[in-house]
């Protein structure tokens, strides 16, 4: 049997119930993550994939169609962990919340791997691309939301578009980690963080956040 590869999306396989077919359908699940993360999508085969997980390349079949569902079915439950991480506003830190927030989401992309996978992917299917931006709109409403409650609450600059921050906002997240590659240095999310708080707090809007905070802690 050939890889049959002329989407990337489509509809995603059956579980099966039986206890002993769940894990070999799960090896199946890890071997070809770990194939995919290491030689990329295009050069891997469910041949492959099959041998990598010691099984015969009919089982492979018996579960998933093609490879393509095999990786949809990776893909699944994780697509939102792709996305930039939803910042909490109005605490007493912003600056140290939001750069936790993002060192979190880098270490949770390293662990799976999908810093390779996913560049060859969108060039390779519109389908999967407009899967992520559907992902990355709902997180973008999210945010927009969370900064309208800051801005209603007096937190937030009032001369600001806040679409236009909510997008500098997810375009600085999702870009961090390539910092290296353009500026030769290590990404400090601290510094990130920085930049993002300073597009949407005034200073004395820190410094209250942090005074009530010092004056909560005394009571």
């Not at 579980?15 to 070999?24: C, D, G, N, W, Y």
């Not at 909490?88 to 993002?102: K, N």
């Not at 799976?112 to 997180?139: C, H, N, T, Y």
């Not at 945010?143 to 578009?161: F, H, P, V």
Request: glycine letters at 6%; hydrophobic letters at 40%.
């Amino acid at each position: 049997m050939s890889d049959r590869e002329e989407h990337l999306v489509g509809e995603f396989p059956l579980i099966p119930k039986q206890e002993r077919a769940q894990l070999k359908r799960d090896l199946l699940l890890k071997s070809g993550h770990e194939l995919f993360v290491t030689n990329g999508y295009e050069h891997t085969t469910a041949k492959e994939i099959a041998a990598h997980a010691g099984v015969a390349t009919g089982t492979f079949y018996r579960y998933f169609s093609d490879k393509r569902q095999l990786l949809m079915s990776l893909l699944e439950n994780q697509i939102e962990m792709l996305m930039p991480p939803e910042p909490i506003w109005g605490v007493s830190d912003p600056e140290s919340t939001l750069a936790a927030l993002l060192e979190s989401h880098d270490k949770r992309l390293k662990a799976m791997g999908m810093q390779r996978l996913v560049p060859e992917l969108l060039a390779k299917d519109s389908e999967f691309a407009e899967v992520l931006a559907a992902g990355k709109r709902k997180i973008f409403t999210r945010i927009l939301s969370g900064l309208k409650m800051a801005y209603d609450n007096g937190l937030t600059w009032k001369d600001l578009d806040l679409n236009t921050v909510t997008w500098s906002m997810m375009t600085l997240a999702e870009h961090a980690p390539e910092k290296m590659k353009q500026c030769g240095n290590q990404t400090d999310y601290h510094q990130v963080a920085k930049v993002i708080c300073r597009l949407i707090f005034p200073p004395e809007v820190i410094k209250k956040l942090q005074t009530d905070e010092t004056v909560t802690e005394e009571e």
